[in-house]
């Protein structure tokens, strides 16, 4: 399984960036999807969630209302769209994968087995 996540860069506070990440080796319209972000000297913290489908998706308080999560299954990508963007928000962000044939709600960081490498995100104030 590789995930290769892509669009991190330098944005000012307030501004908007969209990360991507382009799933492989598995069967992407079968794996719940997710987002998470480690800040420097800071634990991983899992940022957002997505179903199989994109019907259910999950966000952490710290983004809720500034980030939405979508996914194409046509072009097994999943997608970050982070807007508002805060200094706090500046970290490494990962891509990770959950292949089930289960429906259900995988919240936690524990759930998902498959990581990508990582993308950073600096927001300058």
């Known amino acids: 399984v590789q995930l290769q996540a892509s669009g991190g860069g330098l944005v000012q506070a307030g501004g908007s960036l969209r990360l991507s990440c382009t799933a492989s080796g598995l069967t992407f319209s079968r794996s719940y999807m997710a987002w998470s972000r480690q800040a420097p000297g800071k634990e991983r913290e899992l940022v957002a969630t997505?179903?199989?489908?994109?019907?259910?998706?999950y966000f952490a308080d710290s983004v809720k209302g500034r980030f939405t999560i979508s996914r194409d299954n046509a072009k097994n990508t999943v997608y970050l769209q982070m807007d508002s963007l805060k200094p706090e928000d500046t970290a490494v962000y990962y891509c990770?994968?959950?292949?089930?044939?289960?429906?259900?709600?995988?919240?936690?960081?524990?759930?998902?087995?498959?990581w990508g490498q990582g993308t950073l995100v600096t927001v300058s104030s």
């Open positions: 997505i179903s199989r489908t994109g019907g259910s998706t």
């Open positions: 990770a994968a959950r292949p089930s044939i289960l429906t259900a709600h995988y919240d936690s960081l524990s759930d998902y087995g498959y």
